[in-house]
């Protein structure tokens, strides 16, 4: 079975995993243990075990749910960057952030001033935003595809129903002759 087979399960499920992963409030369902990344890996190994033709292995399945988690942690970035933008329209001044910082700084009184020297710089820094984005898609990245695996394992384990022995494609029952008398076995 070549890769080129893997592609559109591998796409479909990518995409489901990295837009569900993005939208606000539906992304909460990943914090429960990467629940949109375990399924994406599911969605893709039914996908990819459905159109083919030879047994799917674990190892086969993993593989389709690592690079799923992969193609769903580039489109989660992708559309978490537009929403963040549209959140932040009506967004905090560093000002403004600064000032958050600081009243809940009061309620840790005894954390060391380097400390807080060293948040507030970070804050104030113009490209805070832009760290933040890299930690979490480098972040996404090993968590998606390494859940997106998992998934990909327990949905061979679930749509694999053909034998592993098996080396020989499925080919469909072959027709009888025109010329041959229906009801008529040879």
């Known amino acids: 079975m070549n890769n080129a087979n893997m592609l559109k399960p591998v796409l479909i499920g990518g995409v489901a995993l990295g837009v569900?992963?993005?939208?606000?409030?539906?992304?909460?369902?990943?914090?429960?243990?990467?629940?949109?990344?375990?399924?994406?890996?599911?969605?893709?190994?039914?996908?990819?075990?459905k159109d083919s033709q030879l047994p799917v292995t674990?190892?086969?399945g993993a593989g389709v749910g690592l690079a799923t988690g992969a193609i769903g942690a580039v489109v989660c970035g992708l559309f978490s960057i537009p929403l963040q933008l549209i959140s932040a329209g009506g967004g905090d001044s560093a000002a403004e952030a600064m000032e958050r910082f600081q009243e809940l700084m009061t309620k840790y009184p005894d954390l060391p001033d380097e400390f807080r020297r060293n948040i507030e710089t970070l804050l104030l820094r113009d490209d805070f935003m832009t760290m933040i984005a890299v930690f979490n898609f480098f972040t996404n990245i090993v968590a998606f595809s390494l859940f997106a695996m998992l998934g990909g394992a327990i949905g061979v384990a679930v749509f694999e129903k053909r034998k592993h022995g098996d080396s020989q494609p499925y080919t469909p029952p072959s027709q009888p002759p025109a010329d041959m008398p229906p009801g008529n076995p040879f």
């Open 58 to 60: 674990m190892g086969r």
């Open 20 to 49: 569900l992963s993005a939208l606000p409030g539906l992304n909460l369902c990943n914090c429960l243990c990467c629940a949109w990344a375990i399924g994406g890996g599911i969605v893709a190994t039914w996908l990819y075990v």
